[in-house]
């Protein structure tokens, strides 16, 4: 079954200097063994909320708004797209994921027909 993982933090944690230097590296190595194991399909980190851009049509006006669509602490820092067997292993592929420490890691099945 294939999983949409997203990754959200809120911006405003600072980390120490010793999560700072570590938070690389750990999420190169999730990443090599999630690829290894064949789950993760695709990811990728995003840049900050600020850096978003909101469309939507309303009326037949196109409406474009700086920032993110919700005003929450936590935003979409990153995704990733696993294939797991089961929601089971889903979760125990996020739970090592090292932004699940000071972060939330969501995790939404695709739609099937």
């Not at 978003?52 to 005003?71: C, H, N, S, Y």
């Amino acid at each position: 079954m294939k999983y949409m993982m997203l990754v959200c933090a809120d911006e405003s944690i600072e980390l120490s200097d010793e999560e700072q230097a570590q938070i690389g590296p750990a999420t190169d190595a999730w990443v090599t063994e999630m690829d290894g194991r064949g789950v993760r399909l695709e990811g990728h980190q995003l840049r900050s909320a600020a850096d978003a851009t909101t469309v939507k049509v309303r009326g037949g006006d196109l409406l474009i708004a700086d920032g993110p669509f919700a005003e929450t602490k936590e935003q979409i820092a990153g995704f990733d797209l696993l294939e797991c067997a089961d929601l089971d292993e889903a979760i125990e592929v996020a739970s090592k994921h090292p932004v699940a420490r000071f972060g939330v890691l969501e995790l939404r099945p695709f739609w099937t027909d």
